[in-house]
């Protein structure tokens, strides 16, 4: 059996047990990155219920609310638990170049995976060059 101590650990879990409430807030660990015209934003959120994921878009806020039920069954008693229940929630700010009326979401193996198009006015673009040299003529042979 492999033992680890975490004295921050047994003090939430004991303040947990005490007050009823969840000492430290529960993350939702993210990765993001752009790919060509889209950014990807990918959160963890294992084991819980894709009905029970909210999302807000409020301006340029992008609001990310989640619940996860505590499961015990009845009867039983609780030795260690250590997975995080409640609620949980994460706000991306989204910059003036992303389209938020286009983000997309999708939940697959317990990751809730964000696609939020990048605006046309903010998409790289090709400009054309123009000569005013008229000093200049074009010959052809």
Avoid: C, W
């Amino acid at each position: 059996m492999l033992m680890r101590t975490d004295p921050f650990r047994d003090l939430d879990r004991l303040t947990q047990q005490v007050f009823g409430t969840v000492a430290r807030p529960a993350a939702m660990p993210m990765d993001a990155y752009r790919k060509g015209h889209e950014f990807f934003v990918h959160l963890d959120l294992p084991g819980i219920d894709s009905d029970s994921i909210d999302l807000e878009v409020e301006q340029n806020v992008l609001t990310i609310r989640a619940e996860r039920s505590q499961v015990s069954p009845e009867g039983a008693e609780m030795i260690v638990s250590e997975r995080p229940s409640g609620s949980f929630s994460r706000q991306l700010f989204l910059g003036e170049t992303l389209e938020a009326e286009g983000i997309a979401a999708d939940y697959h193996a317990g990751v809730l995976t964000l696609t939020i198009p990048v605006r046309e006015a903010a998409k790289p673009r090709k400009l054309a060059v123009t000569s005013s040299d008229t000093d200049k003529q074009l010959t052809s042979a």
